[in-house]
Every structure is written in C-alpha cells, then in structure tokens.
C-alpha cells in the first residue's frame, strides 16, 4: 500500500483509538444509564422516553457520529422494569447499527431502598463500506477489494442498579458478556477483532444546599481489557428542580486527560426535559477539531390508573 495522506493516516489513528473503546460514550450518561446498564429499567417509577444526538470532534472528517433512542419503565408492577435501546454509531468507514431489551426486578422494594438486578439481549450490525476509503485518498492501493461488508452479532448483558431514599444511585454494569470474534465476512481472515467486554460502575447524590438549590455529583468507572481505565467526573447544581448546569472532567486521551465538558438541562415541563452539553477536547486531537457537542429530549408518559391519568412522581435525576 502506498503511503497515506496526513489527513487519512490521522484518521485511521483516530478509529484506532476509537476501537479500544468499542461503545459509544455520551457526556450525558447520567440521563441516559440504559444504554449502560440494564439493571436501570424501570428505575424512574413512570415509563420515559430519552433521545440523544452526539457529534464527537466537529470539523475532523469522519469523526464519530451518534445517535440513540431509549424507552424504559415499570411492567406490571414496580418491581418489575422494561427497556428498549436502539442506536447508530457512524465513524469513518464503520457504521454500527445496536438493539436491546433490558429486563429488571427490583429484589428489595422498599419504601427507601431499591436494588435491581437487569439482564439484557442485544443485536448490532456492524459494516465497513470500503468504498469510502479508495473515495477519500486515491493513494490507497487499488487492489483493496471495492465493496461494502456487514455483519451481524448477538450478546447478553447484566447490571445490578440501586438508590436509596431517592437521592443516591449507584450501579455496576456488563453490557456484553460475550467477546465475539468480527471476522465481517472477510475470506483471508477468520477474526479481524473481537468485542471487548465493557465495565461500568456509576454513582451519584442529590444533596440539598438549600430548599431550592441541590448539589449534584456524579461519577461514571469505565473499564476495558488492554485499554486505559477511563472515569467521567461530574458535579451538577441544581435549582429548584427547574434548571441545571455543570462540568465534567472525562480522563484518558493523554497525561491531560480527553475533555473537560460543560452541561445543562431544563425541566422545561412537567414531563418534559432538554438537555446539551459541549465537550473541549485535552487530547492529542484537539487541535485538529472543535470539540464535541450533545442533544438530548427526555419525556415522561403519563401512567394510566383506575381509568384515569395520572402522573407519577418521576424520579428526579435517577
């Protein structure tokens, strides 16, 4: 193969780096555990919807793109909880597509106390389009085969997710159990990567500082085999339940850490939440983009009782 442009070799690196860390990762986590824990279904006591768009490295070609929708509630009763997440990753010449049912039941269920224990099945898609490689540096060796490849594969996961008296979460997590082996059809090589297996651990507080403002900290334990360990370290301030904003500081990249990220929300109804964040990028790419920003819209539904519809009281902020 001939030698690559600068632009295409930073972006090769760049999907290197990615694959250490094969999951996507949202600077919003603390509105969005489902995705890392199935453990978390049904844990708001009313069934809610949650969409999340995130843009990493904005102005880097074929930097990662994400989006994800995420539905979760009480089935039957409350102890029982359900969930459904469906995303798409697209980075450079990778688009992976993701599915998963959660299931929980909550083997405490007391007033103050909740402790539930989730499993989950997944399934993604996982193509490269070569296309788009001999599209973006006419250097590239001609004889690299001209075509898209997609595979497909399936993984159990487990989490166990718990808060006392509302106002304390905390969680550990397996998304997938299973390492599979990618081969995407390739006909000279039986395995071209395996799927790591991702651990998580989280926790966080609601803690008063006055009758309307709360402090609210929160940290998010990353961990891959061969990989740095990873923490996402937040501290949120909210008032009177109505707005928030806060910073996180995500480790990683290099001796600096990977970002430094700010946040806010608003409740802007009573079921009804919308969330940003903007990430400044530490690492040895942040010169070559302009950070990395995020959308989110959360919606509680309405729970139907005695033929009459009624709000629960949503869980703040679990």
């Known amino acids: 193969m001939k030698k690559l442009t600068f632009s295409f070799a930073l972006l090769v690196a760049a999907c290197v780096s990615l694959h250490a860390q094969q ?12 995705y890392l824990n199935p453990g978390y279904a049904g844990a708001r006591g009313v069934p809610s ?25 009480p089935f ?14 697209k980075i450079g010449l990778q688009r992976d597509l993701y599915g998963s049912l959660a299931y929980s039941y909550d083997v405490v269920a007391q007033e103050d106390v909740s402790l539930r224990i989730g499993l989950s099945g997944s399934l993604r898609s ?20 001209d075509k898209r490849v997609t595979d497909f594969y399936g993984n159990v996961g487990a989490g166990v997710y718990g808060t006392i008296m509302e106002r ?31 651990y998580y651990g989280m926790a966080g507080a609601i803690l008063p500082l006055s009758e309307d403002i709360n402090l609210m900290p929160a940290i998010l334990l990353k961990y891959v085999k061969n990989a740095p360990f990873n923490a996402d370290i937040n501290v949120n301030l909210d008032i009177r339940r109505k707005f928030t904003a806060g910073i996180s500081y995500r480790t990683g990249g290099d001796g600096s ?10 409740q802007a109804a009573p079921q009804f939440g919308i969330g940003a964040a903007y990430d400044f990028s530490l690492s040895n790419l942040k010169d070559y983009n302009g950070g990395s920003f995020e959308v989110l819209l959360q919606y509680d539904l309405k729970q139907i009782k005695s033929g009459k519809r009624k709000m629960s009281n949503p869980r703040f902020f679990m």
Do not use: C
């Open 23 to 34: 999951e996507g990762h949202f600077t919003q986590f603390m509105y969005n555990k489902l």
């Open 49 to 73: 919807l949650t969409g999340i768009y995130r843009s990493q490295w904005v102005g880097f070609e074929g930097a990662p793109q994400s989006i994800l929708a995420s539905f979760n509630g």
């Open 76 to 89: 039957l009763s409350k102890r029982v909880g359900v969930g459904a997440t469906i995303s798409h990753l």
């Open 126 to 145: 996982l193509g490269f389009d070569y296309n788009k490689a001999l599209a973006m540096n006419a250097n590239i060796d001609p004889s690299i085969e």
């Open 168 to 198: 304390y979460y905390f969680g550990v997590s397996v998304p997938h159990l299973y390492s599979n082996a990618i081969g995407l059809n390739n006909p000279n090589a039986t395995t071209l990567a395996k799927e790591s297996q991702h």
């Open 257 to 266: 850490g990977d970002s430094v990220d700010l946040l806010a929300f608003w």
